[in-house]
C-alpha cells in the first residue's frame, strides 16, 4: 500500500509558540511530500511542496518564515508554524504520492492557537 | 494555468437516484485527473483516477478532454455515498495537484 501517517492529530499551543507537525511515510520512500491547509467548509489549499534534500517549494502568498518546512528524509517532512497565532488555527494536511498508487493523504493535524 | 472547477456545493438525491458531480478543469497540457472523497470524520480517500478507467463502490468519471470535464457518475446512490467529493488535477508524478472546491453530496433516504 501506501500509507502517510501524520502526527499529531490535533494540537493546542498558546500564541507566539511553534508548533511542529510530522508527515511520514510508512511503507513506502517519498521524495515529494505536499502540505496542505483546509479552513472551513473551505477546499484545501496546497501551501509548499516539500523536496528531499533540497529547499521546498512554497506557494505564492505563502510565508516562507512563517510555515518551515524540512524534508530531511526519504519517509519523513516536518511543517513547523513559528509564533503561531489564532489566525494559524487550521486543518494541516499532507500528502504524497507513490508510483502506481496516485496520491495518499494523511489524516490531518488540527492546529488550535490560543 | 491549473485550475478545477465544481460548480456544486451542495448536491442533494434521494436513495436510489443517479448522480452526478460536475468537474471541469483547464490545463495547458495532458493532465492526470482524481476524484477524492472525505466521508465524515475520516481522512481524504482517493475513489477514482482517470488513467486506471476503473469502478469503485459503483462510481465512475470519464475523462472528456474536448469538454474538460471529469464528471463523477453512479446510477443508483446509497446513503452511505453521502460525502464530501473533491475533483483534482496533476501535472504527473512529482508535480503538485490542484483541488477543486468540493461537492457535498447528501443521499436522502
Known amino acids: 500500500g501506501a500509507v502517510v501517517s501524520q502526527h499529531p492529530s490535533w494540537v493546542i499551543c498558546k500564541s507566539g509558540t511553534s508548533v511542529k507537525i510530522e508527515c511520514r511515510s510508512l511503507d513506502f520512500q517519498a521524495t515529494t511530500m505536499f502540505w496542505y491547509r483546509q479552513f472551513p467548509k473551505q477546499s484545501l489549499m496546497l501551501m509548499a511542496t516539500s523536496n528531499e534534500g533540497s529547499k521546498a517549494t512554497y506557494e505564492q502568498g505563502v510565508e516562507k518564515d512563517k510555515f518551515l518546512i524540512n524534508h530531511a528524509s526519504l519517509t519523513l517532512s516536518t511543517l513547523t508554524v513559528t509564533s503561531a497565532h489564532p489566525e494559524d488555527s487550521s486543518f494541516y494536511i499532507c500528502s504524497a504520492r507513490r508510483q502506481g498508487y496516485g496520491y495518499t493523504f494523511g489524516s490531518g493535524t488540527r492546529l488550535t492557537v490560543v | 494555468a491549473q485550475r478545477v472547477t465544481q460548480p456544486e456545493k451542495l448536491l442533494s438525491v434521494f436513495k436510489g437516484a443517479p448522480v452526478e458531480l460536475k468537474c471541469n478543469y483547464s490545463?495547458?497540457?495532458?493532465?492526470?485527473l482524481f476524484w477524492y472523497v472525505q466521508y465524515s470524520r475520516q481522512r481524504l480517500q482517493l475513489l477514482l483516477r482517470?488513467?486506471s478507467r476503473e469502478s469503485i463502490k459503483g462510481f465512475t468519471a470519464d475523462l472528456n478532454k474536448g469538454e474538460t470535464s471529469f464528471h463523477l457518475k453512479k446510477p443508483f446512490a446509497q446513503e452511505e455515498d453521502s460525502a464530501m467529493y473533491y475533483c483534482?488535477?496533476?501535472?504527473?508524478?512529482?508535480?503538485?495537484?490542484?483541488f477543486g472546491p468540493g461537492t457535498r453530496l447528501s443521499v436522502l433516504p
Open positions: 490545463y495547458s497540457g495532458s493532465p492526470e
Open positions: 482517470h488513467i
Open positions: 483534482a488535477l496533476s501535472g504527473g508524478y512529482g508535480q503538485n495537484f490542484v
